[in-house]
């Protein structure tokens, strides 16, 4: 979002922030016309296109996606979800179902880990949560890790999607790709990287070493061909197990706001 936030970008994009679930609510009900979406929800809304090479994605562990137990991994019969990714709780599926053993009963709840934990087994704790947790206290599984572990592939979270019926709407001249690439690019420049850490350590009460470590060695944020495939070996998993439906084939936004694939 730096362009958005401190360039040029931000004149021409009316933005607004919530969870990434509901973006892509917004997307599905045409009142926002882009948003940064978890994966998952390509396969349930139609007429998504995909802005190509930027992504949410890891390829080790992302240390904000996280499963904490009271009991060992394999133990787990019951899981409460922090449901403000459907990504993070398809992957939770497809994590038991494939390789931990399956049968577990799922519980949709608000992300607190001892509230979570007093009726179940384990919880789903996403973003903020799930950095400030006390690991030592839990029995836990990275799940990005375990994907990679089990896969070999990084694992994509989120992307940026845009509405067909918005896009054929669209200025021409707005080269939509090279606007949200460029604004990662210079988000990812060592002294805009300082200063985000610097605005936003105190506000999540985290180390600003923390904050940096994690923007730069758990996020990856190119949509390459490593995370296309494991993106889309996730979508098959999870059609396989009926944690979501079956993805259509990913069309991408090119330079001119046509679609190719």
């Not at 990679?148 to 019926?165: E, L, N, Q, Y």
């Not at 730069?216 to 996730?234: A, K, V």
Request: aromatic share 8%.
């Amino acid at each position: 979002m730096w362009d958005f936030e401190h360039g040029d970008a931000g004149r021409e994009f009316d933005i607004s922030y919530t969870l990434p679930s509901a973006c892509a609510r917004a997307l599905a009900e045409g009142t926002a016309d882009i948003g940064i979406i978890p994966a998952a929800a390509y396969a349930e809304i139609p007429g998504l296109q995909v802005l190509p090479e930027v992504a949410i994605a890891s390829r080790r562990a992302v240390r904000s996606i996280l499963l904490a137990s009271k009991v060992p991994i394999d133990q787990v019969r019951t899981v409460a979800l922090d449901t403000s990714s459907m990504t993070s709780v398809a992957l939770t599926k497809v994590l038991f179902e494939k390789w931990l053993g399956g049968g577990r009963t799922y519980t949709a709840m608000a992300p607190d880990v001892d509230a979570m934990l007093a009726d179940h087994d384990a919880g789903l704790l996403i973003g903020d949560p799930a950095l400030k947790i006390e690991r030592k206290r839990y029995h836990t599984i990275d799940l990005a890790e375990e994907w990679i572990r089990h896969t070999g592939k990084p694992f994509v979270f989120a992307f940026w999607a845009v509405r067909g019926d918005a896009l054929r709407e669209a200025a021409p001249a707005v080269d939509l790709p090279a606007v949200f690439q460029k604004s990662r690019d210079h988000g990812l420049e060592a002294a805009n990287l300082n200063q985000i850490a610097r605005e936003w350590a105190p506000r999540l009460d985290v180390a600003e070493s923390d904050v940096k470590s994690y923007l730069t060695q758990n996020i990856h944020y190119q949509l390459d061909p490593g995370c296309l495939e494991g993106l889309r070996l996730f979508y098959q998993y999870a059609a396989e197990i009926g944690a979501l439906p079956a993805a259509p084939e990913l069309q991408f936004v090119d330079a001119t706001n046509a679609v190719a694939q």
